[in-house]
């Protein structure tokens, strides 16, 4: 398990696929970008399946139903079932539930997963805060959600009913960049209000009770791009993690992380979990990982040798991990890193 004060990736012996039972995938930024898959992607998750490894998909997008994303994956050449799939709207929906009547109104600000949601628990889904809602909850609704929609929340929420969130990621990755996430659509409702809502997505809890729920895991290995969310959530649940590199998450954000945002394994994309991961040795104040060499400078993190880059990156996260300590790390790694091509 890697709860605690992680100071340099861990190595595997065996392939991550054969040392974990079930991968549970982020989607965004690690299986596909703006919907389209992510090189490597299929070829990989295929290969894990065929060993046996289950494979679950964990998202913070409340979007898209279960069945559209199961959809839109078998498209991609990703045979899923709907099952397979667990989604912020899935969590906040059982969060919901657990504090209002059966049969109780909910004011949605988002998108048919939310209302999909909300009815697999015997909620009610409605649309203005005159409708008599007893909860308001809101996610992600897409780039076309209508400004008004907030102001519906608001409403609702100075007459003091309660308000949820699937998630509060603030970007999505899109096929043209990083754009607004659903944190971004609920710091609007706060600032309108001053109230505060509760959150069921990654890294908090719900998320993580609602996918130990629906999968059965019993030794999950989380993978994702975010270090807020997907990694964060790993070390909150208490278990392995693996980031990769094809999202948000870039090599000086994965340098400086604190230690609750330091993942198990780091690789480029899935295909890192087809294979051992390498042992990062420390002699010294030195760091080694296949031919490099990391050392925490004065001031900088320096670099020596040469090889495959990502082994570089390893290295230079234990330097820098290690004179963080319970901090983030403030030596500049902008040489070492561009050296690496990072």
Known sequence: MSQGVRTKPEGSGQALSEAYDTALLDLDGVVYA?????????????????????????????????????????????????????????????????????GARVLVIGGE???VALRERGLEPVESADDDPVAVVQGYGGPELPWG????????????????ASNTDLTIPSARGIAPGNGAAVEVVRIAT?????????PLPPMHRETVLRTGARRPLVVGDRLDTDIEGAFNGEVDSLLVLTGVT????????????????VDADLRGMLTGQPEVTEEGDRFRCGGWTAVAGAERLELDGDGEPLDGL?????????AAGEGVCALDGGKALARLGL
């Open 34 to 102: 703006g919907g389209n898959a992510i090189a490597y992607a299929v070829e990989s998750l295929a290969t894990a399946r065929a060993g046996g490894m289950h494979l679950a998909y964990v998202t913070n997008n409340a979007l898209r139903t279960p069945d559209t994303v199961a959809g839109h994956l078998t498209e991609l050449g990703i045979p899923t079932e709907a099952s397979d799939v667990i989604t912020s709207a899935q969590a906040v929906a059982r969060l919901i539930a657990e504090q209002v009547p059966a």
């Open 113 to 115: 997963g939310l209302r």
């Open 149 to 164: 929609r907030f102001a519906e929340a608001c409403y609702a929420i100075a007459r003091g009913v309660p308000w949820f």
């Open 194 to 202: 001053g109230a505060e809502p509760q959150v069921a997505g990654k």
């Open 250 to 265: 870039d090599g000086p954000q994965l340098l400086a992380a604190p230690p609750q945002h330091r993942p198990t394994y």
């Open 314 to 322: 390893r290295a230079l996260c234990a330097a820098a991990w290690t």
